[in-house]
């Protein structure tokens, strides 16, 4: 089920047109009713379980080294830091069930880390979970996460 996010725009914003607010639940209820030819009851609420942002941005830093190059550049380490542990979660993988997983703040790693999985890593704007079978190197402005071959 896709939202048309399109006719929202920030209040004030230099937009010449003026639009009317997006109406949220007509659009999920006509998502809803095409993709599965049924509405539920009228009365039945809706909630909504998460918002998600996607922000498009352009930078002029073209000095800025690229992924492959810092990989070859860069050494990996390839023990946890066990400093930027901040806690445990029992975290549900397919392969292996419930899994006490550590936690990690994901500004505490340097580049050139490495850190093997099963990992949660918290930002101020994501959180990443590394698979038990994956790992993760953390870079200057990136973070690339190896999956094993199946």
Known sequence: MVLDPSPIRHNGGDHEEEREPFDYLHAFKAAYHAQFGFLLAPDKPVIC???????????????AESISAEMARLPGVEEEKEHTRVGTARVYFEECGRTDTPLFELP????????????????????????PAASATFLTNHLVIDLPSS
Request: aromatic fraction near 2%; charged fraction near 25%.
């Open 49 to 63: 379980d998460d918002i998600r942002v996607r922000g498009l941005g352009k930078t002029r830093d073209s000095t």
């Open 108 to 131: 505490a790693f340097a580049p050139g880390d490495r850190l093997v999985g099963p990992a949660v890593l918290l930002d101020h704007s994501n959180t990443i979970l590394l698979h």
